[in-house]
């Protein structure tokens, strides 16, 4: 099983970056997969998540409204549309797969529901 994260770089506050999540090993379709974010120092925080079938989606109450999730099962992937970007979103973006095929619930997410995780991406927003 390997995921890999890829998209981030440098941008200014108010850009915006979309975020890819690709996979292999497995059978993607099966699996919900979620966007996570790690600060050195601190502890990692589950920002966005899509169950296998695409219906249903997770947000943080940080980046709702401004980052948006979706998946092409044709390419398994999993995109993050990053927009309206803020300082406070630099970070080391993984992407990972829920064991057991689900892990995002309506009320949120947990690292512990997920099993697999990609090499993550740095995300570097400047004021």
């Known amino acids: 099983v390997q995921l890999q994260a890829s998209g981030g770089g440098l941008v200014q506050a108010g850009e915006s970056l979309r975020l890819s999540c690709t996979a292999s090993?497995?059978?993607?379709?099966?699996?919900?997969i979620g966007w996570f974010r790690q600060v050195p120092g601190q502890g990692r925080e589950g920002v966005s998540c899509?169950?296998?079938?695409?219906?249903?989606?997770y947000s943080t109450d940080s980046v709702n409204g401004r980052f948006t999730i979706s998946r092409d099962d044709s390419k398994n992937v999993v995109y993050l549309q990053m927009n309206s970007l803020k300082t406070t979103d630099t970070a080391i973006y993984h992407c990972?797969?829920?064991?057991?095929?689900?892990?995002?619930?309506?009320?949120?997410?947990?690292?512990?529901?997920?099993?697999?995780w990609g090499q993550g991406t740095q995300v570097t927003v400047s004021s």
């Open positions: 990972a797969r829920a064991d057991s095929g689900h892990g995002c619930h309506s009320w949120g997410m947990s690292e512990n529901d997920f099993d697999y």
């Open positions: 090993g497995f059978t993607w379709r099966y699996y919900d």
């Open positions: 899509i169950s296998f079938s695409g219906g249903s989606t």
